[in-house]
Protein backbone atom coordinates (compact mmCIF):
# COMPACT_ATOMS: atom_id res chain seq x y z
CA UNK A 1 0.00 0.00 0.00
CA UNK A 2 1.10 3.05 -0.96
CA UNK A 3 1.93 6.04 1.60
CA UNK A 4 0.18 9.35 0.34
CA UNK A 5 0.44 12.23 2.77
CA UNK A 6 -1.54 15.41 2.19
CA UNK A 7 -1.56 18.44 4.69
CA UNK A 8 -4.80 19.46 3.89
CA UNK A 9 -4.59 23.03 6.15
CA UNK A 10 -1.35 24.01 3.96
CA UNK A 11 -3.53 23.74 0.89
CA UNK A 12 -6.42 25.42 2.47
CA UNK A 13 -3.78 28.17 2.93
CA UNK A 14 -2.66 27.75 -0.57
CA UNK A 15 -6.60 28.15 -1.93
CA UNK A 16 -7.02 31.30 0.20
CA UNK A 17 -4.00 32.98 -0.59
CA UNK A 18 -5.35 32.34 -4.57
CA UNK A 19 -8.54 33.98 -3.66
CA UNK A 20 -6.85 37.29 -2.21
CA UNK A 21 -4.64 37.50 -4.85
CA UNK A 22 -7.35 36.87 -6.93
CA UNK A 23 -9.22 39.49 -5.52
CA UNK A 24 -6.06 41.94 -5.79
CA UNK A 25 -6.14 41.63 -9.42
CA UNK A 26 -9.89 42.46 -9.66
CA UNK A 27 -9.90 45.18 -7.31
CA UNK A 28 -6.53 47.01 -8.46
CA UNK A 29 -6.02 47.55 -11.86
CA UNK A 30 -3.20 49.49 -11.96
CA UNK A 31 -1.66 51.03 -8.49
CA UNK A 32 -0.20 54.14 -10.33
CA UNK A 33 -3.43 54.80 -12.12
CA UNK A 34 -4.46 58.69 -11.87
CA UNK A 35 -0.99 60.06 -10.33
CA UNK A 36 0.80 63.13 -11.85
CA UNK A 37 4.20 63.16 -13.01
CA UNK A 38 4.87 65.06 -10.40
CA UNK A 39 3.67 62.92 -7.64
CA UNK A 40 5.19 59.84 -9.92
CA UNK A 41 8.89 61.95 -9.08
CA UNK A 42 9.17 61.86 -13.26
CA UNK A 43 7.47 61.69 -16.43
CA UNK A 44 9.43 58.92 -17.28
CA UNK A 45 8.15 57.09 -14.40
CA UNK A 46 4.73 57.96 -15.05
CA UNK A 47 4.79 57.11 -18.59
CA UNK A 48 6.33 53.92 -17.64
CA UNK A 49 3.46 52.97 -15.25
CA UNK A 50 1.24 54.17 -18.10
CA UNK A 51 2.44 51.83 -20.41
CA UNK A 52 2.76 49.07 -17.86
CA UNK A 53 -1.20 49.90 -16.89
CA UNK A 54 -2.14 49.23 -20.33
CA UNK A 55 -0.30 46.22 -21.05
CA UNK A 56 -1.45 44.94 -17.44
CA UNK A 57 -5.32 45.61 -18.33
CA UNK A 58 -4.69 43.36 -21.39
CA UNK A 59 -3.14 40.34 -19.69
CA UNK A 60 -4.85 40.56 -16.12
CA UNK A 61 -8.40 39.04 -17.10
CA UNK A 62 -6.26 35.85 -17.99
CA UNK A 63 -4.26 35.77 -15.06
CA UNK A 64 -7.21 36.38 -12.62
CA UNK A 65 -9.19 33.55 -14.41
CA UNK A 66 -6.23 31.12 -14.09
CA UNK A 67 -6.06 32.45 -10.39
CA UNK A 68 -9.97 31.87 -9.92
CA UNK A 69 -9.34 27.74 -11.07
CA UNK A 70 -6.22 27.55 -9.25
CA UNK A 71 -7.59 28.46 -6.11
CA UNK A 72 -10.89 26.09 -6.55
CA UNK A 73 -8.49 23.34 -7.38
CA UNK A 74 -6.43 23.31 -4.55
CA UNK A 75 -9.59 23.76 -2.45
CA UNK A 76 -11.58 20.96 -3.84
CA UNK A 77 -8.03 18.81 -3.27
CA UNK A 78 -8.34 19.48 0.75
CA UNK A 79 -11.77 18.75 0.72
CA UNK A 80 -11.34 15.23 -1.66
CA UNK A 81 -7.74 14.47 0.32
CA UNK A 82 -10.14 15.34 3.84
CA UNK A 83 -13.33 12.96 2.43
CA UNK A 84 -11.14 10.22 1.21
CA UNK A 85 -9.14 10.18 4.79
CA UNK A 86 -12.66 10.08 6.50
CA UNK A 87 -14.27 7.04 4.58
CA UNK A 88 -10.84 5.23 4.75
CA UNK A 89 -10.64 5.80 8.64
CA UNK A 90 -14.40 5.35 8.55
CA UNK A 91 -13.99 1.82 6.91
CA UNK A 92 -10.53 0.90 9.15
CA UNK A 93 -13.40 1.54 12.27
CA UNK A 94 -16.08 -0.70 10.87
CA UNK A 95 -14.04 -3.51 9.74
CA UNK A 96 -12.06 -3.44 12.93
CA UNK A 97 -16.10 -3.47 14.86
CA UNK A 98 -17.05 -6.12 12.65
CA UNK A 99 -13.48 -8.31 13.59
CA UNK A 100 -14.54 -7.87 17.05
CA UNK A 101 -17.81 -8.81 17.09
CA UNK A 102 -16.95 -12.29 14.95
CA UNK A 103 -14.40 -12.77 17.36
CA UNK A 104 -16.91 -12.63 20.66
CA UNK A 105 -19.12 -14.61 19.18
CA UNK A 106 -16.84 -18.20 19.25
Not at 16 to 38: C, M, Q, V, W
Not at 50 to 68: A, C, M, P, T, V
Not at 82 to 99: E, I, P, T, Y
Request: a negative charge; glycine letters at 6%.
Amino acid sequence: MSDLKADTVRIRECSDALKRIHDEFTNRANPAKGYSPSEMGSSLLADAFDEFGSNWKIHREQLKEELEKLAKATEAAADTYDKVDGDLAKALRDQDKASSGRGKTR
